[in-house]
């Protein structure tokens, strides 16, 4: 079982950054593949970034040119999110998710485990 809480949301004007963190429970941390996925009101889930169980591979959407990038600390058993040059349709509620059978998967029914999501909201 791993519970996974994220944090580092708010409002922030376009051309900003913001730093997503994402903190899993248990002791097992490392043997998960973690991604983010974001939700518009309005919108389906959709795949951000993803990165592998040791943070060696990672991978995020094509749409966000470069401007956003995962990473994870094993140690503190926390995902991160960067995010910079932010643009009012980066808003959305922001979901990590974690998957311990692969990584990379762009599809929401892979995952194991979710958090409840961050609020990010980007003003013009």
């Known amino acids: 079982q791993v519970q996974l809480v994220e944090s580092g949301g708010g409002l922030v004007q376009a051309g900003g950054s913001l730093r997503l963190s994402c903190a899993a429970s248990?002791?097992?941390?490392?043997?998960?593949?973690m991604s983010w996925f974001r939700q518009a009101p309005g919108k389906e889930r959709e795949f951000v970034a993803a990165i592998d169980w040791s943070g060696g591979n990672v991978a995020s959407a094509s749409s966000l040119e470069g401007r956003f990038t995962i990473s994870r600390d094993n140690a503190k058993n926390t995902v991160y999110l960067q995010m910079n040059s932010l643009k009012p349709e980066d808003t959305a509620v922001y979901y990590c998710a974690a998957d311990q059978s692969a990584w990379g998967s762009r599809t929401i029914y892979d995952y194991d485990y979710w958090g409840q999501g961050t609020q990010v909201t980007v003003s013009s």
């Open positions: 248990g002791r097992t941390f490392s043997s998960y593949a």
